[in-house]
């Protein structure tokens, strides 16, 4: 079986996107980074060896967006559930019953997640090393979910947006007897304090999320210019 990669995002509309960023950024502003990390997760993604390519996209209307964008051949398909954990676990369930195997799944609040760390996941998985893959970030949750065939009950009890999320599907796991393989931590970009941590760990073009690190700086730039102008 062909192995496949779906990465969850959103089109970039103000108001809509990174909400958490504003303030101290605007909504345009906001929506614009979210833009870079979507161009550049894009990107690297597309090095990731030996899988299939795919967007599950939010809302259902965003189709000819996210086709401007993505590499030739890639999957696009709306995401659909009444929750992150549902819409998940009908991603996986729509990915496996079209015949693929493994199948890894990465948000988008994550632009400078080398294309290694997925080979990892991804590796994992085909050698039959783990039934699940998880990449756990710094607020509690993972940014990125591998399996090797559909588990609908792992999405099901963890409380969403919560410091708890890894910890739940930890347990949800272990409950369920299945062999978990834990990824290198990896920071997501949420809030003002995670964009300034993230503008601190060097990466220049062309490594991973250089895009959304120049347009950070740049807007991060115009707000302080903003704010010396107010004093």
């Known amino acids: 079986m062909t192995a496949l990669l779906i990465i ?12 958490r960023l504003s303030p101290p950024l605007s909504p345009e502003a906001a929506a614009q980074l979210y833009h870079c990390f979507i161009l550049d997760i894009l990107e690297e993604m597309a090095r990731v060896a030996k899988v299939r390519l795919a967007v599950a996209f939010s809302p259902g209307t965003a189709q000819g967006f996210f086709r401007r964008l993505a590499p ?3 999957i696009l398909f709306p995401q659909e559930g009444a929750d992150l954990g549902d819409r998940m676990a009908r991603a996986f369930a729509r990915s496996f019953a079209a015949g693929f195997g493994p199948v890894v799944l990465r948000g988008s609040d994550v632009p400078d997640l080398p294309a290694a760390v997925v080979s990892e996941a991804n590796a994992v998985l085909a050698a039959g090393q783990a039934q699940v893959v998880l990449g756990p970030a710094t607020d509690g949750g993972y940014h990125l979910v591998g399996l090797t065939d559909p588990q609908p009950d792992l999405f099901r009890g963890p ?5 708890t999320v890894l910890a739940d599907t930890l347990r949800l796991a272990r409950q369920l007897g299945l062999r978990v393989h834990l990824l290198p ?5 949420d809030t003002y304090d995670n964009l300034r941590t993230f503008l601190n760990r ?7 999320g250089w895009r959304s690190r120049e347009q950070a700086q740049r807007l991060l730039g115009l707000l302080q210019t903003n704010q010396r102008s107010k004093k």
């Open 8 to 19: 969850f995002a959103k089109e970039p509309r103000p108001g809509q996107v990174k909400t």
């Open 72 to 74: 030739p051949g890639t």
């Open 159 to 163: 409380a969403w947006s919560s410091s």
């Open 185 to 189: 931590p990896w920071p997501d970009i």
């Open 202 to 208: 060097p990466r220049p073009a062309p490594q991973p």
